[in-house]
């Protein structure tokens, strides 16, 4: 049987940079991760599934928080990443090689879901939340971040306008749940009740607490600054830096991100 995610399978199979740049990720990602561990509050002794759960930082995160009684499972399609959570494992975690959509999780078995951006690259997200909500115990929850539209990301829209490139998303993509009501009716769709969508934005630092050499480059390895090589070549990354100079701090480049912070529960 053809996976339904195949693509999503080998893009994230081949994405080394994640990995490589791990500590920037985190940096850059971390305060919106944590709108979304405060929005699940995972308690002692809980078992809680991280979808997308990348090199394993949110899952260290809630294992720390659910403590030595409880457990924490993170689920990736992405080899290379889920090889560097192994590495950092602690006793009360682990990891798997999973796609959330379709992953025979054992029924009812966890008290809360969490993702940090882990959730909008499904091809059939009504059916991959309702797999989830298979997962959780009657009453469990989910919490989960995930990114407005692109053109409510500062950091990212700032740089492509300067190059003048308009990109078009479509399918799978990081801004697939842009659409309050879209995501909405996913829940809705897949079971779950008590839906709570509160649109947040913070600033946070592009490529990580670093200079702006380093958000530059960052910025140029992802799909934006790579459609803005692919239309503007030599004068790619130039273009990139001009654009970010004015929103250089001394803790690195800081620009405004626009989120959904998402609840939900089984009922």
Same mark, same amino acid.
């Given at each position: 049987?053809?996976?339904?995610?195949?693509?999503?399978?080998?893009?994230?199979? @081949?994405?080394?940079?994640? %990995?490589?740049?791990?500590?920037?990720?985190?940096?850059?990602?971390?305060?919106?991760?944590?709108?979304? =561990?405060?929005?699940?509050? #995972?308690? #002692?002794?809980?078992?809680?599934?991280?979808?997308?759960?990348?090199?394993?930082?949110?899952?260290?995160?809630? @294992?720390?928080?659910?403590?030595?009684?409880?457990?924490?499972?993170?689920?990736? =399609?992405?080899?290379?990443?889920?090889?560097?959570?192994?590495?950092?494992?602690?006793?009360?975690?682990?990891?798997?090689?999973?796609?959330?959509?379709?992953? #025979?999780?054992?029924?009812?078995?966890?008290?809360?879901? /969490?993702?940090? /951006?882990?959730?909008?690259?499904?091809?059939?997200?009504?059916?991959?939340?309702?797999?989830?909500?298979?997962?959780?115990?009657?009453?469990?929850? $989910?919490?989960?971040?995930?990114?407005?539209?692109?053109?409510?990301?500062?950091?990212?829209?700032?740089?492509?306008?300067?190059?003048?490139?308009?990109?078009?998303?479509?399918?799978?993509?990081? /801004?697939?749940?842009?659409?309050?009501?879209?995501?909405?009716?996913? $829940?809705?769709?897949?079971? /779950?009740?008590?839906?709570? =969508?509160?649109?947040?934005?913070?600033?946070?630092?592009?490529?990580?607490?670093?200079?702006?050499?380093? @958000?530059?480059?960052?910025?140029?390895?992802?799909? %934006?600054?790579?459609?803005?090589?692919?239309?503007?070549?030599?004068?790619?990354?130039?273009?990139?830096?001009?654009?970010?100079?004015?929103?250089?701090?001394?803790?690195?480049?800081?620009?405004?991100?626009?989120?959904?912070?998402?609840?939900?529960?089984?009922?």
């Amino acid at each position: 049987m053809t996976d339904p995610n195949s693509a999503q399978v080998e893009y994230w199979n @081949a994405a080394h940079r994640w %990995v490589d740049a791990q500590t920037q990720h985190d940096e850059m990602l971390e305060a919106l991760g944590q709108l979304a =561990i405060e929005a699940l509050d #995972p308690r #002692p002794g809980e078992r809680v599934l991280d979808i997308g759960c990348g090199t394993g930082t949110t899952t260290l995160e809630i @294992a720390a928080l659910v403590g030595p009684e409880g457990h924490a499972v993170g689920a990736d =399609i992405s080899a290379p990443m889920l090889a560097r959570a192994h590495e950092r494992s602690v006793p009360n975690t682990t990891f798997v090689n999973a796609d959330a959509q379709t992953y #025979p999780f054992d029924e009812a078995s966890f008290d809360g879901a /969490f993702s940090r /951006f882990g959730v909008m690259f499904f091809s059939d997200p009504t059916a991959a939340f309702a797999n989830v909500r298979r997962a959780l115990r009657p009453g469990g929850r $989910l919490a989960f971040v995930c990114w407005q539209t692109f053109e409510a990301q500062e950091w990212m829209r700032v740089p492509a306008e300067a190059a003048g490139v308009a990109i078009e998303w479509s399918g799978p993509n990081p /801004f697939a749940f842009g659409d309050r009501g879209v995501l909405a009716r996913h $829940l809705d769709g897949a079971g /779950f009740v008590r839906v709570d =969508i509160d649109g947040m934005r913070r600033t946070i630092l592009v490529g990580g607490r670093s200079d702006l050499d380093t @958000a530059v480059q960052f910025t140029l390895e992802a799909r %934006v600054g790579r459609e803005i090589v692919a239309a503007r070549g030599d004068e790619a990354a130039p273009l990139v830096r001009a654009a970010l100079e004015p929103y250089v701090t001394p803790d690195g480049v800081a620009m405004e991100a626009a989120v959904w912070v998402v609840r939900a529960q089984h009922g």
